[in-house]
């Protein structure tokens, strides 16, 4: 994975150009719903755990435009007090994207902290470099790992259902966002996330 700097107004552009809005009707018997989407046990809520407005995003840890859009959902959440966002992993960058996806999701009390270092590390990852972006936020990486062990079945069935929800609203990648009622495949600016949370509000 290169090692240069993100160009965020390329990225955002790039994104802004992959889809538009498409909202979340019943497409089909099997479609996940929203609360099955927005609240899953396993997963914590960043934000405000109590917002009145959900904002999920499917997203890998490896993935260059999804970090573009943690930084502008970072700015969202900083105006708006109201903003409940819950990250879907969804690796689909392979066994290292999994690997920082499973121990993120055990970190505990560390949890915002781990998603936004991962989400600003701007290198590829190993399992070594996993292991110092965590640690460096307080993470004990040693014992996450050994509850690991005890743990990765439950976290893999969340892996999976988000990895179902995504393949039940054909995604092609990373990032979507669902805001309220709404898919939207694609990352968006702060402009934009307004926007999609206005309406979600309105509805």
């Known amino acids: 994975m290169s090692k240069r700097p993100i160009d965020r107004r390329r990225l955002l552009k790039g994104a802004a150009s992959l889809a538009v809005l498409a909202p979340l009707p019943a497409w089909a018997s ?25 904002i999920a995003e499917f997203v890998d840890y490896q993935c260059p435009i999804c970090k573009l859009v943690f930084v502008e959902l970072k700015k969202l959440m900083a105006e708006d007090s109201g903003i409940r966002l819950v ?8 066994d290292v994207s999994r690997d920082a996806a499973r121990v993120a999701l055990l970190s505990g009390e560390h949890y915002t902290a781990a998603v936004d270092a991962l989400m600003t590390n701007q290198r590829g990852l190993s399992e070594r470099r996993t292991n110092d972006i965590l640690s ?12 690991l062990a005890i743990r990765e079945p439950d976290i893999d069935a969340a892996l999976l259902r988000t990895d179902s929800q995504a393949t039940a609203f054909k995604l092609r990648g990373t990032p979507a966002l669902v805001i309220g009622g709404s ?13 999609a949370v206005a309406k979600a509000r309105s509805a």
């Not at 099997?30 to 959900?54: H, R, S």
């Not at 990250?87 to 392979?94: E, H, L, R, V």
């Not at 460096?136 to 509850?147: L, P, Q, T």
């Not at 990352?187 to 307004?194: F, I, T």
């Open 87 to 94: 990250m879907k992993d969804w690796p689909i960058f392979g």
């Open 183 to 195: 898919l939207y495949r694609r990352g968006m600016p702060v402009s934009e996330l307004r926007q």
């Open 30 to 54: 099997t479609a996940p719903t929203v609360t099955e989407i927005a609240f899953d046990p396993a997963i914590p809520a960043l934000g405000n755990p109590d917002g009145d407005v959900t």
């Open 136 to 147: 460096s936020v307080g993470v004990d990486v040693a014992m996450v790992r050994a509850y």
